[in-house]
């Protein structure tokens, strides 16, 4: 492990006015804790791997250098009147996930180029909208690309784009990557590229394919993982609720909240549109966000929910990868997520960079030995809440109460009698993502 100084304003990390200038609008005042550790050593041309929570300020930790090489190296050619032959080539290349983190990584990295001028030419390319707009967008390369890898593939194959000038590689949520089943595609992709090239890898968790992916392609890289408490100012609570009361106990807590944008997970498309009927006939108007909408409506809800048109949005966990709501207050765990490094990424979608969020979940007497797991996996301990007018029922509530308990043997001959058997439902031990 590599130690790293941790300079405390942007100024101390090396990056040039231009970049500087912008972060100042933007008004980040001082660098996230990834952000200082990350950028000197990225800027100095290091590969990196990075354990950061969503929230953390992690665009920007890999967008910022590979932005600032671009321009000193047209600004080298210019001086010296050299021009590099172009092509379909691509210089930085950003794997993400999902399609809206494509879009939203795509236009941040526009965001922070603005005083560069138009000479950075930044593209997204992802699945689910018509490849051909995307190959016209590419004629004569690009700078910078991020792309999901199925759709990368497919436009390497009609020669739209080639990877054998690529000088970055980052793998952003490297873990979702592999978790969506991107093995395939990213071994494809991993096997054009050059074999000179810097990498960046971020991963909000270190599964054993993270590992090994890792192992095969780094160099002698930096190792920065965040602590938890670096990432945000996160309340995390649970609430304990009887089983079927959980709508009531949401719609109340909304009411009672007044929340503006909260985001509330299910694990099921059509759980999305169910929970939303029942918030309607309690008077509350939901709007759902799921793989099964087309990618024109997906973007138009979420960005309606970005600009705080929507109150409450249902979501699946697509929701639930890096895309980034500003100050959003609330995140609610209707279902549990099904893995403990999804609790993680649904979580990270509220109190990001710093600011105070509010992450709930709300567990019924099925769900308490889920929550154990995902807990013991996440090394958190959350102490159960009742929420008066929704307090468990007596039997069901001392199981739930006493989750954190080791489960006694019950006193005397063992025939006391319990009232229900826990029962854990098969399904949510099994991996679970939903299809893009
Ligand atoms: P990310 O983890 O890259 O998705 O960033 C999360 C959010 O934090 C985004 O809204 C960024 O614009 C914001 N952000 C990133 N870095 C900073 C910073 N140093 N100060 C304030 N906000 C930041």
Same mark, same amino acid.
């Given at each position: ?6 300079p405390?304003?942007? /100024? ?17 005042q001082?660098?996230t ?5 990350? !950028?000197? =050593? ?19 930790? %890999? ?9 000193? *190296?047209? *600004? ?7 021009? =590099?032959?172009? &092509? ?26 603005? +005083?560069?001028? &138009? ?7 992802? &699945? ?25 593939l ?7 784009i ?11 949520e ?9 093995? $395939?595609?990213? =071994? ?26 890792? *192992? ?13 408490s670096?990432?945000?100012t ?7 609720? #009887? ?10 807590l909304i009411?009672?909240? *007044? ?7 299910v694990?099921?498309? #059509?759980?999305?549109? +169910? ?27 979420? $960005? ?12 699946? $966990? ?5 895309? $980034?709501?500003? @100050?959003?207050?609330?995140? !609610?765990? %209707? ?6 490094s999804?609790?993680? +990424? ?16 709300? !567990? ?5 030995? +889920?929550? @154990? ?9 959350l ?12 039997? /069901?509530?001392? =199981? ?8 006694a ?10 009232k229900?058997?826990?029962?854990? #439902?098969?399904?949510?031990?099994? &991996?679970?993502s939903?299809?893009?």
């Amino acid at each position: 492990m590599t130690t790293v100084t941790t300079p405390a304003n942007f /100024t101390d990390l090396g990056l040039i006015p231009p970049l500087l200038a912008r972060l100042t609008e933007l008004e980040y005042q001082q660098p996230t804790p990834i952000q200082a550790q990350a !950028i000197p =050593s990225v800027l100095a041309g290091r590969d990196l791997i990075a354990g950061a929570n969503t929230g953390s300020g992690k665009t920007a930790t %890999f967008a910022l250098p590979i932005l600032q090489h671009l321009f000193m *190296q047209q *600004q080298t050619e210019k001086s010296l009147s050299r021009k =590099s032959s172009k &092509g379909n080539y691509v210089t930085g290349l950003i794997l993400v996930p999902t399609r809206e983190l494509a879009k939203q990584v795509a236009d941040s990295i526009k965001s922070y180029a603005v +005083h560069f001028n &138009g000479v950075i030419k930044t593209l997204a390319v992802f &699945g689910g909208v018509s490849a051909n707009t995307q190959m016209l967008a590419l004629r004569g390369g690009t700078d910078i690309l991020v792309a999901t890898p199925g759709r990368l593939l497919n436009l390497i194959s009609t020669n739209a784009i080639k990877l054998d000038r690529v000088k970055t590689l980052v793998l952003d949520e490297a873990d979702r990557m592999l978790s969506l089943g991107f093995t $395939d595609e990213l =071994s494809a992709l991993l096997a054009l590229l050059p074999k000179k090239k810097q990498i960046l890898l971020f991963s909000a968790t270190f599964p054993e394919q993270v590992q090994a992916l890792t *192992q095969e392609l780094l160099n002698d890289p930096v190792e920065i993982q965040l602590q938890s408490s670096d990432a945000s100012t996160l309340v995390q609570r649970v609430f304990t609720v #009887n089983k079927g009361g959980k709508t009531a106990l949401l719609a109340h807590l909304i009411k009672q909240h *007044q929340w503006r944008q909260a985001l509330i997970f299910v694990n099921a498309k #059509n759980s999305c549109n +169910h929970l939303a009927e029942k918030l309607s006939k309690r008077g509350i108007t939901a709007e759902v966000f799921h793989g099964d909408k087309g990618q024109g409506a997906r973007n138009r809800v979420l $960005d309606a929910f970005k600009a705080g048109e929507i109150d409450v949005l249902i979501a699946t $966990d697509i929701a639930a990868r890096g895309i $980034d709501i500003e @100050k959003l207050p609330v995140v !609610i765990n %209707f279902d549990l997520p099904r893995s403990p490094s999804d609790y993680m +990424h649904r979580i990270g979608r509220s109190g990001r960079a710093g600011e105070v969020g509010l992450a709930l979940s709300l !567990i019924d007497h099925e769900d308490y030995h +889920h929550f @154990k797991v995902i807990e013991k996996k996440n090394k958190i301990r959350l102490e159960r809440e009742q929420v008066e007018g929704f307090e468990v029922d007596e039997i /069901t509530g001392d =199981s739930i109460l006493a989750a954190d308990k080791p489960m006694a043997k019950p006193e005397g001959s063992g025939k006391k009698k319990r009232k229900k058997k826990t029962t854990i #439902n098969a399904d949510i031990w099994s &991996g679970y993502s939903e299809p893009e």
